[in-house]
C-alpha cells in the first residue's frame, strides 16, 4: 500500500511502490540502470525512475493493456515497425515539472532514450504537471521519447500522465494526490520556509 506521510516527498520513489503494488512486482524488478561510459575511459551507472517488463507482469488484463499501450505509444513516435516488435516492456522518467531548456540535461534524457532503445525497452517521460515548454516537449518526441504531461482533458494513456495511471496501469495517481494533497501542501511549505530562511 501507498502510505504517506514521507518524511520528504520523493516522486520517484512513490511511483515504483506504486508499479510494485498495482503490477505485482518486486523492488528489484521495476528499477532499471545502465553504464555509460566517459571521456577518461571509465564508466558510470545511470538510472531511470521505474521500469515495467512485460513477462515480469504476472496478471494477464494489465499486462494485454501493457503490451498494446507500448506498441500504441511506440507507433504515436514513429518507432520503425520492426523495433516496436522487439520491445520488451517501458522504462519511466518522472518530473514533477520540466520548466528549464536546460541543453545539458536533455543532451542527458536523450542519450537514456538511446540506452533504453537499445536494451529493448521504450522510454516514456511522465510529467506530473501541464509544465513542460512545447519546445522541449517537440523535441523529446522527435527523439523517440513518449512524453505524457499532467493533462486532464485529453483522455487519451498516450498523451495524459493520469489517463496512463489509470486506464493502464490501473492506479488512480489524480486520486493520490487529491487525498494527500495537505500533507504534500505542508511539505512544499517547508522547502520554500527553508529556502526563505536561508539567509539568516
Not at 165 to 184: K, P, V
Amino acid at each position: 500500500m501507498i502510505n504517506p506521510p514521507y518524511t520528504k516527498f520523493d516522486h520517484s520513489s512513490v511511483f515504483r511502490e506504486i508499479l510494485q503494488d498495482t503490477l505485482g512486482l518486486s523492488a528489484d524488478q521495476v528499477v532499471w540502470s545502465y553504464e555509460a561510459p566517459l571521456s577518461d575511459g571509465k564508466r558510470r551507472r545511470l538510472s531511470l525512475d521505474g521500469r515495467v517488463a512485460l513477462d515480469e507482469v504476472q496478471q494477464e488484463p494489465s499486462r494485454d493493456r501493457l503490451r498494446r499501450w507500448i506498441r500504441d505509444a511506440a507507433d504515436s513516435v514513429d518507432v520503425d515497425a520492426s523495433i516496436v516488435g522487439s520491445l520488451k516492456g517501458v522504462v519511466f522518467e518522472v518530473r514533477q515539472g520540466y520548466k528549464s531548456k536546460d541543453s545539458k540535461r536533455q543532451q542527458a534524457d536523450l542519450a537514456n532514450a538511446v540506452a533504453a532503445y537499445t536494451s529493448g525497452y521504450l522510454p516514456c517521460l511522465l510529467v506530473l504537471s501541464h509544465q513542460i515548454d512545447s519546445d522541449v516537449l517537440l523535441r523529446y518526441r522527435a527523439a523517440r521519447w513518449v512524453a505524457l504531461t499532467g493533462e486532464f482533458s485529453s483522455g487519451s494513456p498516450l498523451a495524459s500522465t493520469y489517463e496512463f495511471m489509470a486506464g493502464i496501469i490501473g492506479y488512480d495517481l489524480a486520486g493520490f494526490f487529491a487525498r494527500h494533497s495537505d500533507t504534500l501542501r505542508s511539505e512544499v511549505g517547508n522547502v520554500l520556509s527553508t529556502l526563505l530562511g536561508s539567509d539568516e
